[in-house]
């Protein structure tokens, strides 16, 4: 019998590390792509050493555009099929969009959107022969308008509207398909998109621990989308009570803040 793993992206650090920890706890082999080795590599001994399964470790810049090919060959040297993808990669940049570099927002629709739909349809025939599943971080950005961080929020709309979709599809074939949509978390995500922590952070964060766990819960239970912390679970409710324009000047006065 062909032994199955749970492939996770951007599991050095944040949300993905705290996956691969939370996987591995319930019995998961797990396999791990991101771009730092070395962290990869401490992770997996972290998990050997705590009894789970030896992980698989595939450093891989999710940004080429032979990521996809890089990890199925790396997954079929070690002879394993998929059973369940988690599709955790992402990143953003703040400033306005016209200011930023061109290149590096092209990168974020390559992680936050080609490699994560990559991921999703490339593994599907063997989630679907494990009844397995998906797991696609979204955002809560994913539900609004987004000056400031434009294709950021946009990537995000991207996820949330996708995972539907294949849900739609595979779910009659026996596969979960998830969305987790959190708000701010304590991350290395605050540092590289170039802006500091605020009161949205304050007051709407949820630890990296916590999402990831409610996550797999999420994703177990075959929920069609996890918005993590109360605070967050407001937030799609409150957007049906004001005009789309209202949002978008809200959002706009707010990011103007962080400036």
């Known amino acids: 019998m062909t032994e199955c793993v749970t492939l996770i992206t951007g599991a050095s650090a944040g949300i993905g590390a705290e996956f691969a920890r939370v996987f591995a706890v319930k019995g998961h082999r797990v396999a791990l792509v991101a771009r730092r080795a070395d962290r990869l590599t401490s992770l997996a ?3 050997a050493a705590g009894g789970g ?5 595939i450093p891989c810049d999710l940004e080429q555009p032979d990521a996809g090919d890089r990890i199925a060959a790396a997954l079929a040297a ?5 059973e369940y993808v988690v599709n955790n990669a992402g990143y953003g940049l703040f400033g306005q969009a016209i200011e930023l570099d061109r290149a590096e927002q092209l990168g974020i629709i390559a992680v936050n959107i080609r490699a994560m739909t990559d991921l999703s349809l ?40 996708f995972t539907e979709g294949l849900r739609g599809e595979l779910g009659p074939r026996g ?16 540092t590289r998109a170039g802006f500091e922590p605020g009161f949205d952070s304050a007051i709407l964060n949820v630890s990296a621990s916590d999402v990831a766990k409610a996550g797999y819960r999420g994703l177990m239970a075959n929920k069609r989308a996890v918005l993590p912390g ?23 006065l707010f990011q103007l803040r962080k400036r």
Not at 140 to 154: E, T
Request: with cysteine; net charge positive.
């Open 78 to 82: 070690e002879g394993v099929e998929v």
């Open 45 to 47: 001994d972290e998990i």
């Open 230 to 252: 109360l605070g967050i679970k407001l937030v799609p409710f409150l957007l049906r009570l004001f005009p789309r324009g209202f949002i978008l000047a809200a959002v706009s």
């Open 175 to 190: 596969v979960r398909v998830t969305a987790l949509c959190p708000g701010p978390v304590p991350s290395e995500f605050q």
């Open 122 to 161: 490339r593994f599907s025939d063997q989630l679907i022969r494990h009844s397995g599943g998906i797991l696609n971080v979204g955002s809560i950005a994913g539900f609004l308008p987004g000056p400031g961080m434009a294709v950021y929020y946009a990537s995000k709309a991207y996820v949330l509207s």
């Open 53 to 57: 399964a030896a992980p698989i470790v």
